[in-house]
């Protein structure tokens, strides 16, 4: 029985690699290590950090193929310090007779204990073995720090579409993989593409299981003809339905726009279904956190001004996090939203002042508004008859801000809905005493 077409299809040389192309760059110390450079800058051990799909285990792979290196592999998952201990004596018995480097790939470092690392740092400073260890969770947590500073830490990212879609129509022609037995529809592609989320490996699992489904599909007495593999095919393999959507196109405006608006409408069960849509269709989270941003001020204001402070949270943490835990805060920012009491008054606010400016409207700063910080100004007036609002009562007196054709300008008119509701009284108050006695009336 073959190997797992994602195993066939592992690269053997650097040029295969999809992706990771600034951690591979020429002259890059992953890319010396992996060509096995020599002179005075020896080799040093990688911690390879990234999402799974990314290309770890198969750079481990390139690292051991450099010429006198003996590879040797082990899961965090199932060894202990015991394994790690013999394989310290097989990489001593490999230098001492045959002048032979180990390479030791350790899958999920992250699941070693403080102890079990410990037993590999002699090992590690003295070069017995090269360590390329693998994990998805940040190092500096979850990797002791004498290991970290013995050892180059690689970042490595999930790949892009194109990237995916390479791996995949290499797969379909290489007689490592599908041989040109199968042709893929385009519809499928794209299905398994958006299901990668950036990881080639899944990309070329469900290839492999959708091939075996349009496989069985084929008719007795043409089993030699190229076999076509159908969305529905690709659907039925990995039992999710193709998303209709298009990033990059009508789809993608239209869902975006149902977003918002259901948000905008208060509607909480349709918010989330558009939220879901676009996560599900391998929309990137962080447009679907701009959108919430946005949505927060132009919708919700200062109806509720804390969805800002939720939204904009939201944003960083998708950053940091990503999917798949990243719907789960963007699902809390959508809630806060589409729950909160609707102000759009800064908005339309905003946009008010914005026309009257485009229209040429507002004169000169008024003489006592104007800076006064520098010699000559109060000879122009500049500062005179300024009353500071501090010593005024409660920090508010009567003065003149607006230019003179802009006296009776009001942009700002606050709705009686959530906290904006307390807002209108005092604004409404602020402004009687602001512009109760005005310059020459």
């Known amino acids: 029985m073959q190997p797992p077409l994602a195993v066939r299809m592992r690269p053997s040389t650097i040029e295969e690699v999809r992706g990771q192309a600034d951690v591979l760059r020429p002259g890059s110390p992953l890319r010396r290590l992996i060509e096995g450079s020599a002179g005075a800058a020896g080799p040093l051990s990688a911690i390879l ?18 010429a006198g ?7 965090a998952v199932t060894a202990g310090v015991k394994d790690v201990r013999s394989v310290m004596e097989q990489a001593t018995r490999e230098r001492s007779l045959y002048g032979r480097q180990t390479v030791l790939f350790l899958d999920e470092i992250h699941r070693f204990s403080k102890a079990q690392q410990d037993a590999l740092l002699p090992s590690v400073e003295n070069r017995l073995v090269i360590l390329v260890a693998a994990t998805t969770e940040n190092p500096s947590f979850s990797v002791i720090a004498p290991l970290l500073s013995r050892s180059m830490l690689i970042r490595l990212t999930s790949l892009d579409d194109t990237q995916v879609g390479e791996v995949i129509d290499q797969a379909l022609t290489d007689e490592r993989g599908l041989g040109g037995q199968f042709e893929l529809e385009t519809a499928a592609r794209e299905h398994i593409i958006r299901i990668a989320g950036g990881d080639a490996r899944r990309s070329l699992t469900t290839l492999e299981a959708a091939a075996g489904v349009a496989l069985d599909g084929v008719a007795a007495g043409r089993e030699g003809e190229t076999v076509v593999i159908t969305l529905e095919a690709a659907e039925q393999a990995v039992d999710q339905a193709a998303v209709r959507y298009d990033k990059t196109g ?3 405006y239209d869902v975006a726009s149902a977003f918002i ?12 279904h558009y939220l879901a849509r676009q996560l599900e269709a391998g929309e990137d989270p962080r447009f679907i956190a701009r959108r919430i941003v946005i949505s927060a001020s132009e919708d ?3 109806g509720d001004p804390t969805a800002l402070q939720t939204a904009v949270a939201a944003l960083h943490a998708v ?3 990503g999917m798949p835990e990243a719907r789960i805060i963007l699902a809390q920012a959508v809630v806060h939203n589409a729950l909160a009491p609707k102000s759009n008054a800064a908005y339309s606010g905003i946009n008010a002042a914005i026309e009257d400016v485009r229209a040429g409207r507002g004169g000169a700063v008024p003489a006592h508004l104007r800076g006064s910080g520098y010699a000559g100004a109060a000879k122009l007036g500049h500062g005179a008859g300024y009353r500071y609002s501090h010593d005024e009562p409660n920090a508010v007196g009567p003065q003149q801000y607006l ?6 300008a009001e942009y700002y008119r606050p709705t009686d809905r959530g906290w904006e509701e307390r807002l209108g009284p005092r604004w409404r108050e602020l402004r009687a005493i602001i512009r109760g006695i005005r310059p020459g009336r």
Not at 261 to 272: E, N, P, Q, T, Y
Not at 403 to 408: F, N, R, T
Request: negative net charge.
């Open 69 to 75: 290196r003996t590879f040797v592999e082990l899961s």
């Open 403 to 408: 230019p003179d054709d802009l006296m009776d």
């Open 49 to 66: 950090w990234g999402p799974p799909g990314t290309g770890k285990t198969t750079l481990a792979h390139l690292v051991a193929q450099a």
């Open 261 to 272: 608006k259901s948000m905008r409408g208060s509607d909480v069960d349709a918010a989330l």
């Open 300 to 302: 919700v204001g200062m």
């Open 250 to 252: 009508d789809q993608h």
């Open 319 to 321: 950053a940091q996090i």
